[in-house]
């Protein structure tokens, strides 16, 4: 039998903000669990769109026109391809996301994050 994937304990393998780490994938698309505290930089994918969970804390993406989504733990959202975001969190938070394998976590190769597989 297969063990399952226990994202709390993978989480607990690396410190650092911001640096997705792959935990599987899955029809040509990574699951990754990241941790994040502070803010990004305002980004857009412009070949998909981007998806976030959050497993712990507290998440809020900021979007064009002064709108701003609030995220808690258990609560997922997706922002739509192209549109510029900017996700923050006042605190410590964790994060499941799901996106095609090689995509740029900053929307952009020059700026990403290197692909981390645990």
Known sequence: MEPAIDLAAKLA?????????TVCE????DVMVVKVQGEYRW???AETDD???????????????GR???????QMFVV??????????P????????????TPNSG??????PRRVI
């Open 13 to 21: 393998t690396f410190e650092g903000h911001w640096q997705p780490r």
């Open 26 to 29: 899955y029809n040509g698309h």
């Open 43 to 45: 980004h857009s994918h």
């Open 51 to 65: 998806f976030f969970l959050v497993l712990k804390g507290l998440l809020y993406i900021d979007l064009p026109e």
């Open 68 to 74: 701003t989504v609030k995220l808690e733990a258990g």
């Open 80 to 89: 739509p391809r192209g549109v510029q975001h900017r996700p923050h969190a």
């Open 91 to 102: 605190q410590e938070a964790h994060l499941l996301l799901i996106e095609p394998s090689g």
């Open 108 to 113: 952009d190769p020059a700026t990403a994050a």
